[in-house]
């Protein structure tokens, strides 16, 4: 994607409805490259670009889990923060039919079905994040006090280390 265009995805739209200030960034994707990629692509720590997850419960019921990009989900310590017996990653094509993104491109912003959202605490101390904006190749930059005024998560501490 060139970076003088900037696409309109369901995320930009769910912003901008929302009034959060944002910045966009683009950036040649690379296939399985994840957030090592796209950070040092833009310049910036890994530790500050956040990783969408979509994940889903013992009942399959889908979940979003927001996560530092130099960090791992321990998905038996988010099971039992959620009381579930167990929580998986989705499949990337059951991802792609929850979020209405492609895995890759996943934002947590204008998802085409509503899922419970769960952000790793320790986002919220950055003074600014960097988040998929809904299309492989494109992140935008926000305050992360955003994402609990926009999403209303729920805080967990799942993090463990890469």
């Not at 409805?17 to 090592?36: C, I, L, P």
């Amino acid at each position: 994607m060139s970076s003088d265009r900037v696409p309109v995805t369901a995320a930009m739209r769910t912003l901008r409805e929302h009034g959060v200030e944002f910045t966009t960034h683009a950036y040649d994707y690379e296939e399985k490259g994840g957030t090592a990629a796209s950070s040092r692509a833009l310049g910036v720590e890994e530790h500050a670009v956040v990783k969408t997850l979509v994940m889903e419960d013992d009942r399959k019921e889908p979940l979003v889990v927001l996560m530092h990009g130099d960090k791992q989900v321990s998905t038996k310590n988010l099971a039992r923060s959620i009381g579930a017996r167990s929580v998986t990653p989705c499949k990337p094509e059951v991802a792609d039919k929850h979020s209405g993104y492609q895995v890759g491109g996943t934002s947590p912003f204008g998802t085409k079905r509503q899922m419970r959202v769960y952000v790793e605490r320790t986002i919220l101390e950055l003074p600014r994040i960097w988040i998929n904006g809904g299309r492989r190749g494109f992140l935008v930059s926000i305050d992360p006090r955003e994402l609990v005024r926009v999403l209303t998560p729920t805080l967990v501490d799942v993090a463990i280390d890469v």
